[in-house]
């Protein structure tokens, strides 16, 4: 199944398992923008007819099996934007298949045994793998990360706070959706639901910054769980410490027109805030302010974001330059991640969270507590 | 015409409150007692019209001594935590004014008058899926002081929290949880650094938008900040450029021209209420 012309050498090609939401709103645009170093070859998806439209738009093959994929030779980039289940067999899959480079959505495994194996056969393999933590990528996260000294050993507090409207609005504002599913509502004061609504908020929400959050937490595995509290429609309240450092994350996701996203790391006599740009619109970078008593360095906007940062990283990856992030780093970024949205949602089983003292009306205005959060 | 009233600021009122650069800055209300005696020994004849007091430990006490020493007016910057119960009854036996000079709270900009910033709020507040609160201080602030700063921002601006919760705290800071009426989450930080402005900031998060409310340190006359987002827009609501030192003294001023009482002390007791909860 071909609609693409000769694939041009000086290029390298890309494969796309799963052509949801994020790879037509996220990834593509992405792409396109980066079409002197990057080609979109092959785009995978079980359903075909969303495999053919979306395949169609950017002149790539279509299929909608794994392995056609993996066997397409023109790809040397793998992209996994598959359901979270399937990300750490296509992972290894994509690895053993002998490509370039492979990029995983988050969470890149739902187990620290699914991450073991990715990182036992990345190393066996010698295929570099990132994770699509876009911030991470953000070039104005990087250049504090360049200019901020010794801020990470004096950080006492870290806040994530993240306002955003419902994902299709900015979607329909990066491309035209094909494919959307939408999501039953549900009650927000059933417990399973709130718990559902914690564990989606922190892997489909806070997980985006919790590698930046984790960064100055070196005592990361030590991570306690004090409160967790959702917000409706969808949002969290949850505070935690790791070690010596408080961690306060806030997210709510209303019928706002005005998004905020916001990562503030504060030390003594020092202190990081980062305002990044809503995902999916490519609206450049994040802009970072270092301060210290009575100076304030800034640093940013750039012209890309982190999701392009993502693809120039992996175009280097895949061209023999530049350095993976390490597959410690990866696994334990999953790690935190996962233990702070058990502890959380384990907070409900031991009637730890508020189960919703509301009104009628607003009890009744339900929620969708699994939505698509991949924001 | 503005009756002038004689100030007086023992060392330790003067540093809470900087009560000669406010006095300074309201020449027709205000002029300096003259030479200073401790209040304790001034005669009661001669009492300066109002007397400044320290917020720091025994604040009460040491303003009673004043009102019974014959000062009209109380002007206490910066109150920790205290039982203001025996005060009240001293004041209104005297007939005395009692305002409470506090950074955050008493800015202008939630003064009773600012009718657009409360209208905003309460806007919010019927709205309401998240109230998010951070308040800034330098090291070495007892976090105690913190809170009750904090809580007296809320008070202020007609919050009424419920269900409120110590999560963590340390030498660094804190986190309370609560509730709101509604069953909105509460969620309060206090971060104590001197790497960032000792602002309170109180953000109310709506399901189309939010209210912000950014108050300055008074250690100048910055200006508030109020914003308010609706499905209609944007809107920044007026500054005002001036320190909650001087809007105290203003008030202290116009509730003895006026002889209308102010309600400081009985809105402490609900914050204090809200403290006590947590740290007793």
């Known amino acids: 199944m071909s609609s693409q012309a000769q694939a041009s050498p000086a290029l390298l090609g890309v494969g796309i398992l799963g052509a949801g939401p994020v790879t037509q709103a996220i990834h593509l645009p992405s792409l396109a923008r980066l079409g002197n170093i990057l080609e979109v070859r092959h785009i995978m998806d079980v359903d075909p007819a969303v495999a053919a439209s979306v395949a169609g738009r950017v002149g790539a093959r279509f299929s909608t099996s794994m392995e056609e994929l993996l066997a397409d030779t023109a790809v040397d980039i793998v992209a996994i934007c598959s359901p979270h289940q399937f990300h750490a067999a296509q992972v290894i899959a994509a690895c053993r298949a002998g490509k370039k480079a492979v990029l995983c959505e988050k969470p890149f495994a739902m187990n620290g045994e699914e991450a073991a194996a990715i990182s036992a056969v990345s190393a066996e393999t010698g295929v570099p793998i990132i994770v699509g933590a876009m911030h991470t990528f953000d070039p104005g996260w990087l250049a504090a990360e360049d200019a901020w000294g010794d801020l990470p050993e004096q950080v006492h507090t870290v806040r994530s706070s993240i306002v955003l409207p419902p994902n299709p609005r900015f979607e329909d504002f990066a491309t035209e959706i094909v494919g959307r599913v939408s999501l039953p509502s549900s009650d927000p004061t059933e417990p399973d639901v709130i718990k559902a609504m914690l564990t989606g908020g922190v892997m489909g929400l806070a997980i985006h910054d919790l590698p930046l959050v984790r960064r100055f937490t070196p005592d990361f595995a030590d991570v306690e769980v004090l409160h967790a509290e959702i917000v409706r429609p969808f949002g969290y309240v949850i505070s935690l410490r790791a070690g010596n450092v408080t961690i306060e994350l806030r997210a709510a996701m209303n019928a706002t027109w005005e998004p905020a996203w916001e990562f503030e790391a504060i030390g003594d006599d020092a202190a990081l805030k980062i305002d990044f740009t809503p995902s999916y619109v490519q609206a450049g970078s994040a802009t970072a302010r270092i301060r210290t008593a009575g100076r304030t360095t800034v640093l940013g906007p750039f012209g890309h974001n982190g999701y392009e940062g993502e693809w120039r990283k992996l175009a280097e990856l895949a061209g023999g330059t530049g350095q993976p992030p390490s597959a410690e780093t990866l696994i334990h970024d999953l790690e935190f991640a996962l233990a702070i949205a058990e502890a959380a949602a384990g907070r409900v089983d031991t009637g730890r969270v508020d189960l919703g003292r509301v009104d009628a009306g607003s009890a009744a205005s339900g929620t969708t507590e699994d939505q698509e959060v991949n924001a | ?280």
Not at chain 2, 35 to 59: E, K, L, M, R, Y
Not at chain 2, 87 to 106: K, R
Request: with cysteine; hydrophobic share 50%; glycine share 8%.
């Open chain 2, 1 to 280: 015409m503005t009756t002038q009233l004689s100030v007086y600021a023992d060392p330790q009122a003067e540093a809470a409150g900087a009560v000669s650069a406010v006095v300074a800055s309201l020449p027709l209300s205000f002029a300096p007692a003259g030479p200073a005696a401790p209040a304790a020994s001034v005669p009661a004849a001669s009492a300066p019209d109002i007397t400044a007091v320290s917020g720091h430990a025994g604040w009460t006490e040491r303003a009673a001594a004043a009102v019974r020493k014959g000062a009209k007016g109380i002007v206490v910057s910066g109150p920790v935590a205290e039982d203001p119960a025996a005060l009240i009854g001293v004041a209104e036996a005297a007939g005395s004014v009692v305002v409470l000079d506090q950074p955050w709270a008493g800015n202008l900009a939630l003064a009773g008058s600012s009718e657009n910033v409360h209208g905003v709020i309460a806007a919010a507040l019927e709205d309401a899926v998240l109230l998010d609160s951070v308040a800034i201080g330098v090291p070495g602030t007892d976090p105690r002081d913190l809170l009750t700063e904090q809580f007296s921002v809320l008070v202020q601006c007609g919050i009424a929290v419920q269900n409120v919760r110590m999560v963590q705290r340390n030498a660094n800071g804190y986190t309370v949880a609560g509730v709101l009426a509604s069953g909105a989450p509460v969620a309060l930080q206090g971060i104590l650094t001197s790497a960032l402005p000792a602002t309170a900031s109180v953000s109310i998060l709506t399901s189309t938008g939010r209210a912000d409310v950014v108050l300055p340190d008074p250690a100048a006359a910055w200006p508030a900040v109020v914003r308010a987002v609706t499905k209609e827009g944007a809107t920044a609501l007026p500054t005002l450029y001036e320190s909650s030192h001087r809007t105290s003294w203003s008030r202290v001023h116009s509730h003895l021209s006026s002889g209308i009482p102010a309600t400081d002390l009985a809105q402490f007791s609900t914050v204090l209420s809200l403290v006590s909860q947590l740290t007793s």
